[in-house]
Protein backbone atom coordinates (compact mmCIF):
# COMPACT_ATOMS: atom_id res chain seq x y z
CA UNK A 1 0.00 0.00 0.00
CA UNK A 2 3.33 1.88 0.70
CA UNK A 3 3.20 2.69 -3.31
CA UNK A 4 -0.34 3.16 -3.86
CA UNK A 5 -1.45 6.45 -5.38
CA UNK A 6 -4.53 7.82 -3.95
CA UNK A 7 -5.08 10.94 -6.12
CA UNK A 8 -2.92 13.19 -8.97
CA UNK A 9 -3.61 16.59 -7.82
CA UNK A 10 -2.82 19.18 -10.65
CA UNK A 11 -2.49 22.97 -9.61
CA UNK A 12 -3.10 25.74 -11.70
CA UNK A 13 -1.99 29.30 -10.63
CA UNK A 14 -4.51 31.83 -11.48
CA UNK A 15 -3.48 34.43 -13.93
CA UNK A 16 -1.51 37.86 -13.68
CA UNK A 17 -3.00 40.84 -12.68
CA UNK A 18 -2.08 44.27 -11.58
CA UNK A 19 -1.84 43.43 -7.98
CA UNK A 20 0.52 40.45 -8.84
CA UNK A 21 2.59 42.03 -11.41
CA UNK A 22 3.26 45.38 -8.51
CA UNK A 23 4.17 42.43 -5.83
CA UNK A 24 1.14 43.52 -3.67
CA UNK A 25 -0.77 41.57 -0.84
CA UNK A 26 -4.16 40.41 -1.61
CA UNK A 27 -6.69 38.33 -0.14
CA UNK A 28 -9.66 40.02 -1.59
CA UNK A 29 -11.81 38.13 -3.50
CA UNK A 30 -13.79 39.94 -6.04
CA UNK A 31 -10.37 42.10 -6.94
CA UNK A 32 -8.70 42.40 -9.25
CA UNK A 33 -9.77 40.30 -12.38
CA UNK A 34 -7.10 38.94 -14.96
CA UNK A 35 -5.35 41.68 -16.53
CA UNK A 36 -4.40 41.45 -20.80
CA UNK A 37 -0.76 39.56 -19.20
CA UNK A 38 -2.99 36.94 -17.02
CA UNK A 39 -5.47 36.29 -20.20
CA UNK A 40 -2.60 35.25 -22.34
CA UNK A 41 -1.26 33.01 -19.68
CA UNK A 42 -4.35 31.33 -19.49
CA UNK A 43 -4.58 31.01 -22.88
CA UNK A 44 -0.81 29.24 -22.89
CA UNK A 45 -1.21 27.35 -19.58
CA UNK A 46 -4.49 25.64 -20.75
CA UNK A 47 -2.62 25.19 -24.25
CA UNK A 48 -0.10 23.06 -22.30
CA UNK A 49 -2.93 21.24 -20.66
CA UNK A 50 -4.26 19.91 -24.33
CA UNK A 51 -0.59 18.96 -25.57
CA UNK A 52 0.69 17.23 -22.88
CA UNK A 53 -2.93 15.29 -22.48
CA UNK A 54 -3.05 16.04 -19.15
CA UNK A 55 -6.28 13.88 -17.94
CA UNK A 56 -8.33 15.12 -15.16
CA UNK A 57 -11.97 13.28 -13.26
CA UNK A 58 -12.70 16.95 -11.07
CA UNK A 59 -11.74 20.48 -11.60
CA UNK A 60 -11.83 22.43 -8.45
CA UNK A 61 -11.48 26.36 -8.35
CA UNK A 62 -11.01 28.72 -5.73
CA UNK A 63 -13.88 31.47 -5.19
CA UNK A 64 -11.94 34.38 -6.44
CA UNK A 65 -13.01 36.43 -9.61
CA UNK A 66 -8.71 36.22 -10.87
CA UNK A 67 -9.16 31.74 -10.20
CA UNK A 68 -13.13 31.68 -11.62
CA UNK A 69 -11.89 33.38 -14.93
CA UNK A 70 -9.15 30.36 -15.17
CA UNK A 71 -10.75 27.93 -14.31
CA UNK A 72 -13.30 28.89 -16.79
CA UNK A 73 -11.02 28.75 -20.01
CA UNK A 74 -9.62 25.15 -18.73
CA UNK A 75 -13.07 23.90 -18.19
CA UNK A 76 -14.25 24.86 -21.26
CA UNK A 77 -11.14 22.76 -22.55
CA UNK A 78 -12.24 19.98 -20.48
CA UNK A 79 -15.97 20.37 -21.04
CA UNK A 80 -16.72 20.07 -17.81
CA UNK A 81 -17.84 21.97 -15.10
CA UNK A 82 -15.59 23.12 -11.99
CA UNK A 83 -16.44 23.68 -8.71
CA UNK A 84 -15.77 26.41 -6.33
CA UNK A 85 -14.25 25.32 -2.48
CA UNK A 86 -15.19 28.75 -1.20
CA UNK A 87 -12.36 28.46 1.94
CA UNK A 88 -9.27 27.64 -0.31
CA UNK A 89 -8.59 30.81 -0.33
CA UNK A 90 -5.08 33.39 0.42
CA UNK A 91 -3.34 33.72 2.97
CA UNK A 92 -5.18 36.26 5.05
CA UNK A 93 -2.88 39.67 4.88
CA UNK A 94 -5.24 41.98 7.74
CA UNK A 95 -4.04 45.43 7.06
CA UNK A 96 -1.51 45.02 4.88
CA UNK A 97 -3.89 43.91 2.30
CA UNK A 98 -3.55 45.86 -1.47
CA UNK A 99 -0.15 47.33 -0.38
CA UNK A 100 3.55 46.44 -1.57
CA UNK A 101 6.88 45.29 0.35
CA UNK A 102 7.96 48.01 -0.03
CA UNK A 103 4.92 50.37 1.22
CA UNK A 104 4.92 48.01 4.12
CA UNK A 105 8.31 48.81 4.65
CA UNK A 106 7.68 52.71 4.86
CA UNK A 107 4.43 52.81 6.51
CA UNK A 108 5.11 49.61 9.11
CA UNK A 109 9.05 49.67 9.53
CA UNK A 110 9.00 47.48 12.86
CA UNK A 111 6.40 44.91 11.66
CA UNK A 112 7.72 44.76 8.12
CA UNK A 113 11.21 43.56 10.33
CA UNK A 114 9.28 40.59 11.87
CA UNK A 115 7.79 39.66 8.49
CA UNK A 116 11.14 39.45 7.01
CA UNK A 117 12.86 37.92 9.39
CA UNK A 118 10.34 35.76 11.54
CA UNK A 119 7.34 34.53 9.02
CA UNK A 120 5.70 32.18 11.40
CA UNK A 121 4.96 35.25 13.70
CA UNK A 122 1.25 36.58 12.11
CA UNK A 123 2.46 40.26 10.90
CA UNK A 124 0.17 42.42 11.09
CA UNK A 125 -1.70 40.87 14.04
CA UNK A 126 -5.08 40.98 11.97
CA UNK A 127 -3.37 38.36 9.72
CA UNK A 128 -2.80 34.56 9.45
CA UNK A 129 -0.06 32.87 11.02
CA UNK A 130 1.74 30.93 7.35
CA UNK A 131 1.35 27.47 10.21
CA UNK A 132 -1.85 28.18 10.72
CA UNK A 133 -2.26 28.99 6.47
CA UNK A 134 -0.55 26.13 5.37
CA UNK A 135 -2.63 23.55 8.53
CA UNK A 136 -5.56 25.55 7.08
CA UNK A 137 -4.68 24.44 3.11
CA UNK A 138 -3.53 21.12 3.91
CA UNK A 139 -7.11 20.30 5.88
CA UNK A 140 -8.57 21.13 2.44
CA UNK A 141 -6.53 19.40 -0.23
CA UNK A 142 -6.80 16.31 2.37
CA UNK A 143 -10.35 16.85 1.67
CA UNK A 144 -9.76 16.63 -2.06
CA UNK A 145 -7.88 13.56 -2.18
CA UNK A 146 -10.27 11.61 0.09
CA UNK A 147 -13.22 12.76 -1.99
CA UNK A 148 -11.09 11.68 -5.44
CA UNK A 149 -9.82 8.40 -4.25
CA UNK A 150 -7.84 6.81 -8.04
CA UNK A 151 -8.79 10.46 -10.01
CA UNK A 152 -6.39 12.99 -11.40
CA UNK A 153 -7.58 16.66 -10.37
CA UNK A 154 -7.24 19.63 -11.15
CA UNK A 155 -7.07 22.75 -8.82
CA UNK A 156 -7.18 26.25 -10.13
CA UNK A 157 -6.14 28.84 -7.61
CA UNK A 158 -3.66 31.02 -5.86
CA UNK A 159 0.46 31.09 -5.76
CA UNK A 160 -0.20 31.00 -1.83
CA UNK A 161 -2.12 28.04 -1.58
CA UNK A 162 0.23 26.38 -4.01
CA UNK A 163 3.21 27.14 -1.94
CA UNK A 164 1.22 25.76 1.39
CA UNK A 165 0.52 22.54 -1.06
CA UNK A 166 4.29 21.93 -1.68
CA UNK A 167 5.05 22.67 2.41
CA UNK A 168 2.51 20.18 3.43
CA UNK A 169 4.12 17.71 1.04
CA UNK A 170 7.31 18.18 1.17
CA UNK A 171 6.99 18.48 5.04
CA UNK A 172 8.74 22.31 4.79
CA UNK A 173 8.24 24.25 7.83
CA UNK A 174 5.61 26.69 7.46
CA UNK A 175 8.03 29.53 7.85
CA UNK A 176 9.92 28.80 4.91
CA UNK A 177 6.55 29.27 2.55
CA UNK A 178 7.77 32.65 1.05
CA UNK A 179 11.08 31.62 -0.18
CA UNK A 180 8.85 29.04 -2.29
CA UNK A 181 8.45 31.29 -5.57
CA UNK A 182 5.29 30.32 -7.63
CA UNK A 183 4.50 32.69 -10.98
CA UNK A 184 1.22 33.17 -12.40
CA UNK A 185 0.08 31.29 -14.89
CA UNK A 186 1.98 27.80 -13.93
CA UNK A 187 1.58 24.51 -13.44
CA UNK A 188 2.30 22.39 -10.45
CA UNK A 189 2.02 18.55 -10.34
CA UNK A 190 1.38 16.38 -7.01
CA UNK A 191 0.90 12.80 -6.33
CA UNK A 192 -0.84 11.47 -2.95
CA UNK A 193 0.16 8.35 -1.69
CA UNK A 194 -0.94 6.38 1.15
CA UNK A 195 1.77 7.07 3.24
CA UNK A 196 3.44 9.65 1.51
CA UNK A 197 3.20 12.51 -0.91
CA UNK A 198 5.47 13.36 -4.00
CA UNK A 199 6.11 16.67 -5.90
CA UNK A 200 5.94 15.90 -9.67
CA UNK A 201 7.26 19.51 -10.51
CA UNK A 202 6.39 22.76 -9.43
CA UNK A 203 6.00 26.48 -11.14
CA UNK A 204 5.83 25.01 -14.73
CA UNK A 205 5.18 28.11 -16.77
CA UNK A 206 4.65 27.59 -20.64
CA UNK A 207 6.80 30.02 -22.83
Known amino acids: ?3 SRK ?21 VLNYPPLNDAGQEEVEKITDYLRRRAIKNDKIYSSAATRTLQTAEVIAKLYKKNYE ?16 TYEQ ?14 NPSIATPGDAESVGDFVKRISGIIDR ?24 DALNIPAASLPRIYIKTGSATQISYF ?8 SDYTPL
Not at 7 to 27: L, V
Not at 85 to 97: A, H, K, V
Not at 109 to 117: A, R
Request: charged letters at 25%.
Open 104 to 117: IEQKYPEEFKVLVT
Open 84 to 99: IIEDLTPRRCGSFNGL
Open 144 to 167: IVEDNIQNRVIIVTHPDVIKAAIC
Open 1 to 3: MYF
Open 7 to 27: CKITYISHGATIYSEEGRFSD
Open 194 to 201: ESWKSLIY
